[in-house]
């Protein structure tokens, strides 16, 4: 331990507080925990999957002229959308739950 | 410097903090002292403006918590050991909370390095032991620098070596003309370290006095603080000398 790292005056060099720098937190506190990764490969999994899952069934040169018709590529590519929507609403709900359980939500709200 | 002047909070019908004034001054360590439920907790938490005094005020440094521009630069708080994700290290934990007031990077090597705690940083906090948390909450009560320190309990879970080490620290921080509450439960406790008490009882103002002014009103310090809180306690302890036999 060293008194001179309590020297007051360390910190003051740069003012400057507001929705910035409560942005830097939020950002740093989601990147530092390891759910957050597993959450997005989880995310990109599902979503990417389910999409090449659903089209993987349709086959263009079996298909009828009917179905041809019917068939929309590009919303049978979003079906993966769901899923990933649900995935990261559980990210969203990780975050602030966390922090309640934790007791870090005092400091969060204390410091802003 | 701390001002508390005519603070009142209730919970419902219980009354955890009643009329309650005082005076924290720089340059010293204060004991915050008082048996369990006495309001300590509640009274520093006001001070955070984490719960809401139902009349009365608390200033720090001159002004109400709200109205600090960057808090953690003002006053530096811990109430609670284990407050931070279990997951995340103790570093990422302490830049995390650095970046919410604009603190520069290097003062969390700074704070790591003043509790002992460089060897660990990088470790999940979650699988700290009491005393290393005791240390973390520490650190962050110190990040910002602040002239006013809040600790509730902070010898909670610490071995003797860290006894003796959070004393010294916090003499030093008093004599740099921070002002420093220490709450306690424990009189004997709080004699080492601190110069000047606010002892609360049920929420009510028992004495603001120092540590040789008490402990020369009894034979010891411990009789003059059992003398001044008696009555006070959440239970009853009349039974302190157990009457019944064995056998």
């Known amino acids: 331990m060293t008194t001179a ?28 925990v390891r759910s957050t990764s597993w959450i997005l490969l989880v995310f990109a999994i599902g979503m990417i999957g389910l999409s090449v899952l659903v089209l993987s069934h ?24 769901a899923l990933g929507q649900l995935v990261l609403g559980v990210l969203g709900a990780l975050a602030i739950t966390s922090e309640f359980s934790s007791g870090m939500i005092r400091a969060t709200f204390a410091e802003n | 410097m701390i001002e508390a002047r005519g603070l009142v909070k209730r919970y419902g019908s219980t009354i955890a903090v009643d009329n309650l004034s005082f005076d924290v001054m720089p340059g010293t ?42 808090p953690l630069r003002e006053v530096g708080a811990l109430l609670e050991a284990k407050a931070f994700h279990p997951g995340r290290t103790a570093r990422a934990h302490l830049t995390a909370l650095a970046a919410s007031n604009s603190i520069p990077k290097a003062r969390v090597n700074d704070v790591l390095e003043i509790t002992g705690l460089e060897k660990a940083a990088d470790r999940r906090a979650g699988k700290f032991s009491l005393g290393m948390s ?32 959070i004393r010294n620290l916090l003499k030093n921080l008093a004599a740099q003309g921070r002002t420093v509450l220490v709450s306690s439960h424990l009189i004997s406790e709080v004699a080492q370290t601190a110069d000047r008490l606010v002892v609360i009882g ?17 034979n010891s310090l411990e009789e003059a603080f059992f003398a001044l809180t008696e009555g006070s306690a959440e239970y ?11 056998s």
């Open chain 1, 5 to 32: 790292t309590l020297t007051r005056s360390a910190t003051r060099a740069e003012p400057g507080y507001g929705f910035r720098s409560a942005a830097r937190m939020e950002w740093l506190k989601l990147r530092s």
């Open chain 1, 58 to 81: 349709a086959h263009w040169a079996t298909m009828s002229a009917a179905d041809r018709a019917a068939f929309d590529p590009v919303n049978e590519g979003f079906t993966g959308l």
């Open chain 2, 29 to 70: 360590v204060t004991g915050f002292l008082g048996p369990n439920g006495a309001g300590k907790s509640t009274t520093m938490r006001m001070m955070l403006g984490l719960d809401r005094p139902d009349s009365g005020t608390v200033r720090i440094s001159g002004k109400d918590y709200h109205d600090l521009h960057s």
């Open chain 2, 134 to 165: 005791q240390r973390l909450g520490i650190a962050a009560a110190l990040l910002g620098d602040p002239a006013v320190l809040l600790l509730d309990e902070p010898v909670n879970g610490l071995d003797p070596e860290g006894i003796r080490w």
């Open chain 2, 202 to 218: 049920q929420g009510r103002l028992l004495a603001q006095t120092t540590v040789a002014e008490l402990s020369a009103r009894s």
């Open chain 2, 236 to 246: 009853s302890a009349s039974n302190l000398a157990y009457q019944g036999s064995i």
